[in-house]
């Protein structure tokens, strides 16, 4: 048995974690800022290359046109466009849970539906990571019902990786009866409650 | 009987009772006890107790400016319910009452026949005296039948901590009655909603004094009481995940000490105090393993697919009780470390959990078998299982008492969940948390 990854904290590596955790955040915001300075200028050169490409005697026809208001708003448009269809991607993807029966952790045939569909959108977005999250129905035992959700999570995890996704992408959690979807008290609301939830992260 | 000087009571326990006793608060006899009051009036280890009449007038205020007057029914009613929930005695209505209690100029007089004739078993009379923030208690309790003085006693305390002294006054009562030691000054830990966050809270074992031991704004849960008393470990999602953390009850730190991927679940004490159960995931599974306060891992203690979590260990800290589905259900089983078995004792109903390992080995757990979920009990070995709770909603998380014969547990008989204490059979069933938001999880302190 290998428990070296598994080292006891101290109260100062507590510290120093937390700041490393604090400077992590602030490297995060500068790449994504530097990211976004990258993308534009990106754009900029593909104009460039574009113009370059050109035949002469249009670059020649108007020498100092700028580029065009209009086209410049198209590439705006488009690249706005993007971000919603794949901010409506992440909705969805987030939105669809996969559900279970009473205190069981298998997967339905259902549920593998969704995880495949699940499965080609992480392929295709190879940037996003995946935090499942595992809950239960409000009856039974806190701390059953916590194993049970880490179950539940561990089972969706599980099986995308077997379908091809890095389990370093992936992360569980488990909330056990302590966020139910639906507070009422009868089947139909413990029916949703019984599910995994799918959190995406850059 | 049971010796409750046995070597299971620790030494930190020893030296604090030796504080409590000499120290502090002085408490003077009056009187060399009778002879015959050595009898054992109480047999508590009998299958059912016929509970015993007692009377407890209002005090007799003898501050000289009569100050606290409200306190000659305030702390008669701290003892009895004390008494009540010990399931010993049946506190007597007042108005029953024959004699004149306000017209006696002293305690030491008692028209035994006027107690007698209402069926009165046993008498408590007394007076206090407050002096600034002093409190001076003086106690007379008296065996009607035989006429016969059965306990004298000053006991001193502050008028801020009189549901203290009172609960003092009650293990007085209980240890002279019985011969074993009283659990009314133990306090409990549970988890509270009061806040709209789960948060952990202590308070008295009658739910008094209750203070929120944790402000995380988040989910906290499954605190659990240490051995020695000075610690609680419990799980909080503060950090994003379900991990386990120490607070000191004495400097009021908290250490993170279990933060593996994953679950880390509930913690159980041994014994000793110095290191842990903890179910954890690990790989694909969730297995038990031993911790020390640091985290560091000494030794795995399950290694079976599916679930196994909730470990519960022995007084002797040789075996525990575990969770573990591998049966396809929650079921309890029982794991012997020398001998490195592990056996299955519950066999009815497909769902038992939260087992709980008495002092008097005796596990409690919560079953169901007909749709609720109830506490039942269970000896080591599987025998003289017994259901305590019977329709009368969810009753879940079962915890004993210190010394082993009472359980606090969590039902929602009443709506929301809150707390409540039996007998360790059953009888006598009290709720005692009346706070906003529901209560559940609860564990109870040592001595």
């Known amino acids: 048995m290998d428990y070296s990854d598994y080292e006891p904290l101290n109260v100062t590596e507590e510290v120093e974690k937390s700041m490393i955790r604090k400077w992590m955040m602030v490297l995060v915001v500068c790449v994504f ?11 900029k050169k593909q104009v460039k290359a574009d113009e370059a490409a050109k035949p002469a005697e249009v670059r020649q026809a108007a020498p100092a046109a700028p580029p065009s208001d209009d086209a410049d708003r198209q590439r705006r448009l488009a690249e706005l466009e993007k971000q919603q269809k794949l901010q409506a991607e992440i909705r969805a993807f987030e939105s669809e849970n996969i559900f279970f029966d009473f205190d069981k952790s298998e997967l339905k045939p259902a549920s593998r539906a969704v995880l495949e569909k699940k499965a ?27 194993a049970l959700g880490e179950r539940r999570a561990k089972a969706a995890m599980k099986y995308l ?42 | 009987m049971m010796n409750l000087r046995s070597p299971l009571i620790s030494k930190t326990w020893k030296t604090f009772s030796a504080v409590l006793l000499v120290g502090l608060i002085a408490v003077f006899h009056l009187f060399r006890a009778d002879p015959a009051s050595a009898r054992i009036y ?42 009540d929930l010990s399931g010993f005695f049946a506190p007597m209505d007042k108005s029953a009452f024959l004699a004149d209690t306000q017209g006696q100029a002293s305690l030491e007089e008692t028209r035994f026949r006027d107690w007698s004739v209402i069926g009165t078993d046993l008498l408590v009379k007394a007076g206090y005296t407050c002096i600034g923030q002093s409190l001076e208690v003086e106690v007379r309790l008296y065996d009607i039948l035989s006429a016969r003085q059965l306990l004298g006693k000053r006991f001193l305390g502050r008028v801020d901590e009189q549901r203290t002294l009172m609960h003092r006054v009650g293990n007085e009562i209980i240890y002279l009655l019985t011969g074993n030691k009283g659990m009314f000054l133990s306090k409990i830990t549970f988890v509270g909603t009061g806040t709209g966050n789960k948060e952990i809270y202590i308070a008295d074992y009658d739910g008094q004094n209750e203070k929120q031991l944790t402000s995380d704004k988040t989910i906290a849960l499954l605190p659990r009481w240490s051995p020695q008393g000075d610690m609680i470990c419990f799980n909080s999602y503060k950090d994003g995940s379900p991990m386990l953390y120490l607070k000191e009850l004495l400097s009021g730190k908290v250490r993170r000490i279990s933060d593996r991927q994953g679950l880390n679940a509930g913690g159980s004490w041994a014994p000793d105090g110095k290191s842990l ?5 690990h790989g694909d599974n969730l297995d038990i393993f031993n911790i020390d306060l640091t985290g560091k891992i000494l030794k795995r203690l399950t290694n079976h697919s599916g679930i196994n979590v909730s470990a519960t260990y022995s007084p002797d800290g040789s075996r525990f009780a575990f969770v573990s589905n591998r049966s396809g259900t929650p079921q309890i089983y029982i794991k012997d470390m020398a001998e490195d078995r592990e056996e299955r004792i519950t ?55 210190p010394d082993g014969r009472y359980i606090v547990f969590s039902s929602n008989r009443e709506g929301g969940y809150h707390l409540y204490i039996m007998n360790a059979n059953g009888q006598n069933q009290r709720r005692i948390t009346f706070m906003k938001g529901q ?7 040592p001595f």
């Open chain 1, 33 to 43: 800022a530097a990211s976004l300075l990258g993308f534009s200028s990106c754009a």
């Open chain 1, 120 to 146: 080609g959108w992480l392929r295709a977005n190879p940037q996003y990571k995946l935090r499942i999250e595992g809950h239960c129905d409000e009856r039974g035992t806190v701390e059953y019902n916590l």
């Open chain 1, 161 to 202: 990786s077997a379908v091809g996704i890095s389990a370093d992408r992936m992360s569980t959690v488990s909330y056990g009866e302590e966020r139910p979807a639906d507070p009422a008290k009868n089947e139909a609301a413990w029916a949703k409650n019984r599910r995994d939830e799918f959190k995406l992260a850059r």
């Open chain 2, 42 to 83: 109480i047999d508590i280890n009998a299958p059912s107790v016929q509970r015993l009449k007692i009377a407890i007038p209002d005090f007799k205020n003898f501050s000289e400016r009569g100050e606290n007057p409200d306190l000659a029914t305030r702390l008669p009613s701290v003892l009895s319910n004390d008494l």
């Open chain 2, 277 to 281: 159960a903890l179910g954890m995931t």
């Open chain 2, 347 to 401: 066999f009815q109903g497909n769902y038992n959990t939260s087992p709980s390992w008495s002092r008097l080995n005796r596990i409690a757990f919560c079953g169901s078998y007909e749709g609720n979920f109830d506490i039942f009990t269970v000896d080591p070995d599987g025998r003289n299982l017994r259901k305590l709770t019977d329709g009368q909603g969810d009753n879940e998380e079962p915890s004993w008492s």
């Open chain 2, 439 to 445: 209560q559940t999880s609860p564990s109870w302190s």
